[in-house]
């Protein structure tokens, strides 16, 4: 894709933002239609929108980065979406409406990707927006599941944050990762597995054995993760004048 079209496809924050909002909106007022969302569910998702409004204009002053990118744009149809699952987990008891709502959103999720290497349109500030994403959608489901198999789960969506909080007081642990297929993978199965989960067309046991060994690799992933960073670093080799 040229330069041209893909700036075609790019849009400014504030008209990002703008859209998303009415999308959202539109959204709840269709779940309000169909499946009965209350005061509760409207509640958060008002909380959640200027939460994230907020946050990523903290992030696009942080990365400088000035118009949304086409996959910026996917990740913010699923940001929409997102909303409306904390909506319905807020509310309470619109099971397949929830399910309904979470499996376009892991679509998109796969989306976005394919997206910003298709318009050559990677960045920095795309790749922390998707991670994000991805962290609170988890999140948000790990609550949903947790209210049938206990608070152990909470542990599945509380998992990145607890990481983000760790690099606050351990600098060693802001190093960069490097690429690995099983941290994706492991991350990709979180949300599939909780709205599994949430479906409930498993049965319960097949459930709980289903959630723990989710929980279980992504203990895995985290612990090797830290391990790498803590690890001490070789020292860079000294150059010699004229190498």
């Known amino acids: 894709m040229t ?23 539109a959204l709840l007022a269709f779940l309000t239609i169909t499946t009965g969302l209350g005061a509760h569910g409207w509640t958060a998702a008002a909380l959640y929108t200027l939460s994230a409004t907020a946050l990523l204009g903290a992030a696009l002053r942080h990365y400088h980065h000035r118009p949304l990118g086409p996959a910026d744009l996917v990740t913010s149809a699923r940001v929409v979406l997102i909303g409306a699952v904390t909506a319905l987990v807020a509310d309470g008891d619109h099971t397949w409406a929830l399910v309904a709502v979470a499996v376009p959103a892991m679509a998109l999720d796969a989306l976005d990707g394919l ?12 790749a922390r927006f998707d991670i994000e994403a991805d962290a609170f959608l988890i999140l948000v489901l790990s609550v949903q599941v947790a209210q049938d198999l206990g608070p ?19 600098p060693r642990l802001r190093g960069p990762l490097p690429p690995g297929r099983g941290r994706k993978t492991v991350a990709a199965a979180q949300p599939i597995v909780l709205t599994v989960a949430v479906s409930g067309i498993l049965p319960p046991p ?10 279980t690799a992504l203990l895995w992933s985290f612990t090797r993760d830290v391990a790498g960073l803590w690890r001490p670093r070789p020292p860079r080799a000294a150059t010699t004048e004229g190498s």
């Open 206 to 215: 097949a459930t709980t054995i289903t959630v723990a060994a989710a929980l």
């Open 115 to 126: 997206v910003a290497r298709g318009t050559r349109t990677c960045s920095d500030f795309g």
């Open 3 to 25: 330069d041209r079209a893909t700036r075609h496809l790019s849009a400014r924050p504030t008209t990002a933002l703008t859209i998303a909002v009415c999308a959202e909106a």
């Open 152 to 170: 152990w789960v909470l542990a599945i969506g509380a998992m990145r944050y607890l990481f983000g909080a760790a690099t606050l007081v351990l």
